[in-house]
């Protein structure tokens, strides 16, 4: 009887455990093309010189994460990760309104900042927005968008994603040091505008965190899917171990669902950045999408 009770019971647990995710790993060339195209955004803050008046230069103090979506430099991110009225009250600092610096990751190391680059897209209800990579960092002069040739990723169809269908996440988490990071899960689920059907959320168990945000979310054929834009919070248990009566440690149960805004609702804006300056991109308005907020 023993042995049949056991083999009942790893059943169950076996039934009760996650879903492993379906797939081979990510192609390896697919991963390294992916890495290349994901860069960290900051914003640019002056540093004065000491004993003088004036600017010596100026440092990136990151804010988020982006995906290079076009050779010459277009740059799909959050909004909330360019909203420089935002960022300069939160971190105190002055800051050059309406500029962004764009840092690149080519080793194991900490990012480096390249360029320069302006907000030329914004659709703020949806946590969405375009930068162009505008100047050398360095130099501070104008680049040659057609010479710029940046590495980048193709945009997939977020429609077309299913339950189940791997999607690999790449950002700058803080938790991380600013260094660049690969995690991978599954699609979980979807949410939908009510009125239209159209999806407005991609849920994953892929992990994503404060500094993700705006980041890259691709599919097994290093097609971009999404935008990690919201985390999901580990609900506890607090217990008392100590028995003094006040909760001291508090047991995480369950899991974290996070969320990635779907791809397909940021091909308006891109296409908007190509055309022209920065607006609520054609048919925004016809597409209502609940309001985004951080991870």
Not at 46 to 70: F, I, K, L
Not at 139 to 156: E, Y
Request: proline share 8%; with cysteine.
């Amino acid at each position: 009887m023993r042995p049949k009770l056991l083999a009942m019971a790893s059943l169950v647990l076996a039934a009760a455990m996650p879903r492993p995710v379906v797939g081979a790993e990510l192609d390896p060339a697919v991963l390294r093309r992916a890495e290349a195209a994901t860069v960290q955004i900051g914003v640019p803050a002056p540093v004065a010189r000491t004993g003088r008046d004036g600017v010596e230069g100026y440092v990136s103090v990151g804010t988020g994460s982006g995906t290079v979506v076009s050779p010459d430099g277009l740059i799909l991110t959050n909004h909330h990760v360019v909203d420089s009225q935002r960022i300069a009250e939160s971190i105190g600092l002055t800051i050059v309104e309406d500029k962004y610096a764009v840092a690149f990751t080519t080793g194991d190391g900490p990012p480096q900042v390249r360029y320069w680059a302006d907000l030329v897209a914004a659709w703020p209800e949806a946590d969405l927005a375009v930068l162009r990579v505008s100047a050398h960092w360095a130099t501070i002069d104008p680049v040659d968008a057609s010479a710029l040739d940046l590495p980048h990723i193709p945009l997939g169809d977020s429609a077309a994603v299913d339950r189940g269908d791997e999607v690999n996440v790449l950002g700058y988490p803080a938790l991380a040091g600013n260094t660049l990071q690969y995690t991978r899960g599954a699609i979980s689920g979807f949410e939908v505008d009510a009125e239209t059907g159209a999806r407005v959320w991609l849920r994953t168990g892929a992990s994503v965190s404060s500094g993700n945000s705006g980041g890259t979310a691709v599919d097994a054929d290093g097609e971009l899917i999404g935008v990690p834009t919201r985390a999901g919070t580990l609900r506890c248990q607090p217990l008392d171990t100590d028995g003094d009566g006040s909760p001291d440690v508090c047991l995480p149960f369950g899991g974290t669902l996070n969320l990635l805004r779907p791809v397909n609702l940021a091909k308006p804006l891109i296409d908007q950045a190509r055309r022209g300056p920065a607006s609520t991109p054609t048919g925004a308005s016809e597409q209502a999408t609940p309001a985004a907020t951080e991870p």
